[in-house]
């Protein structure tokens, strides 16, 4: 075969504020999403350790508490292709969801309650058809490809479930940039790009 | 090789802005394009574009060592003197290389023929990557295409596994930049810095405008954090001649596309390529204007500035009279004749040109670029290809 056999696509580096539905009605609140560790850390938003405690919190969550399965289509005809891994708990093999991504509540970045995992959406919270806003983006994320926006403005969304079950949409807000500190003071800005500017266009091809 | 005219999807703006696409119309026309495909045998694809893709790239690397020992090559070549010693330490440091596009005229009959090698800011990768792979899947699952079609695209796993491998130690900071106000070259940087974080980088963006420059010389992102690697959609030639140029070397910053790709990401390369080749199957004659050798050129050629995009200020000329020709702001430093190309593949009225992308150097992918006018231009349609089982 000459093509690739899978892409998936992370929507990377941008930052995920996530307004999550339960299925039972609750108020929408906000809370952080990232897709990975590296996103966390760059968005800037809780400190490096913060995310990395974050992360090591909601992988060993999903491990406790996701979902096992016995084969990997079982999993798969609720979590869609591609949407689990295999895993080794008590010695047992499972297959279990994919972490997806994880969430931590805003008001409680202190570190006070436990990152939770993210998974697939499941196929049951949207089945076909559905119109309920968190399965906007599941739909299209059973297929191979899904979140990101390369070149539009639009805000988009992506979907998720936790492994209580409820669905999660995290809608994409513009990456905050984040101020930092920097070992040596900053000299001088603004060095490159002036002949693009003189060009318009046509600075790639 | 042939167009096949398809019937587009009917939901094909909401199937390719759901992968994130958005800049598939571009000033009011379609951009995307899936009213045709291209198809093509495997044996054209294996024996008449990757095979001389990556034989093209070897003899590019050929070049660069004869030009880095060569003053009077990198003078030919516009490259400013006071650069080339950072370009020779590029290239003896062996700083890697992601990704390039080659243009080639190819028809299914004969050798492909290099027109352009765009080997520093190339874009259509994301539509090459992803879009048209998505096409191909859908296109298979609805019939429209034979199952069992395949396309030349590993790119998206290419790309991921190049990142990795960019520098020692992985995974490392990445930083990733472009200018403002073009949504082609956001939507590209967006695209890399996806499959950079795939590739387990801490990948982070900063628009090129924001640059900064420490203390202790070493650039900086617009919230201050050094920056160790850089990727860059903005061409060498432009960086080498603005303020930031003198702090290029003093930097320590590895940047991607590494600077000895200057040496081939310029018109000036086809005339190299002829003079250390002539008669290569892949190649076209080639001279730099004002070479003598030119009068041995055919009647029907075209003329490039050393230094263009998107087709830009490129004329097709028949003995001596202007066939066609793009306006555009380049061509200071200095032209280079070829032949016109008499295999550009032509179908239904329309000129189709073939980019042949390099990931690391390694061939894996293709797109095919269609246009009313034997130039291909920034605007000119992108048509999805499949290989025919």
Known sequence: MKRSSQIGLAAAGVLLVATVWSMTGEDPQENLVYNSLSDCRSAGQVSASQCETAFSEASAARLKDAPKFQSQSACEAQYGANGCGSASIGGAQYFIPALAGFMLARGLSGGAAQAQPLMPPTTSACPPGSTQPECQQARSSSSSSSGGSYGGSGSRSRAYSTTSGRSVTAAFAAGARVGSTAATSTASRGGFGSIARSFSSHSSS | ?389
């Open chain 2, 1 to 389: 090789m042939r167009r096949v005219t398809l019937p587009p999807r009917a939901d094909w703006v909401e199937q390719v802005e759901r992968l994130g696409f958005a800049f598939h119309t571009i000033d009011g026309e379609t951009y995307w394009d899936e009213s045709a495909a291209i198809a093509f045998t495997l044996e054209e694809i294996e024996r008449d574009i990757e095979g001389p893709t990556e034989a093209i790239e070897q003899l590019c690397f050929a070049f660069i060592e004869k030009a880095l020992d060569h003053d009077e090559i990198l003078t030919k070549l516009a490259i400013p003197a006071e650069h080339w010693d950072y370009i020779r330490a590029s290239w003896q440091r062996g700083e890697r290389n992601l990704y390039g596009r080659l243009d080639l005229a190819y028809d299914g009959r004969g050798p492909a023929k290099l027109l352009e090698y765009n080997a520093d800011t190339p874009t259509a990768l994301f539509e090459s990557s992803v879009v048209q792979w998505d096409w191909l899947e859908q296109a298979m699952a609805r019939g429209a295409i034979p199952r069992g079609s395949d396309q030349f695209n590993s790119l998206h796993e290419r790309l991921i596994a190049a990142f990795a491998g960019l520098r020692e130690p992985s995974p490392y900071r990445l930083h990733l930049t472009c200018v403002q106000g073009s949504p082609e070259d956001k939507g590209t940087v967006d695209y890399l810095t996806d499959c950079a974080v795939q590739a387990g980088l801490d990948a982070r963006f900063t628009y090129i405008e924001e640059l900064g420059l420490l203390t202790d010389g070493r650039f900086c992102d617009g919230a201050n954090q050094p920056i160790e690697t850089l990727f860059k959609l903005y061409p060498w030639e432009w960086m080498f001649r603005e303020s930031y140029g003198s702090a290029l070397a003093g930097s320590g910053c590895q940047f991607v596309e590494p600077p000895w790709k200057a040496i081939l990401s310029n018109k000036g390369l086809l005339a190299c390529l002829w003079e250390m080749e002539p008669g290569h199957p892949n190649l076209l004659p080639a001279f730099f204007e004002g070479d003598p050798r030119c009068a041995t050129l055919s009647a029907r050629h075209v003329r490039k500035p050393l230094y263009s995009r998107e087709g830009a200020n490129v004329t097709l000329m028949e003995r001596g009279r202007v066939l066609d020709s793009d306006d555009g702001p380049y061509g200071a430093e200095g032209h280079v004749l070829q032949d016109a190309a008499t295999n550009l593949f032509s179908a239904d009225g329309k000129y189709a040109v073939l980019g042949s992308w390099l990931v690391a150097s390694q061939a894996c992918g293709l797109c095919v670029r269609e246009d009313a006018s034997p130039i291909t231009k920034n605007t000119s349609r992108f048509l999805p290809h499949y290989i025919e089982p």
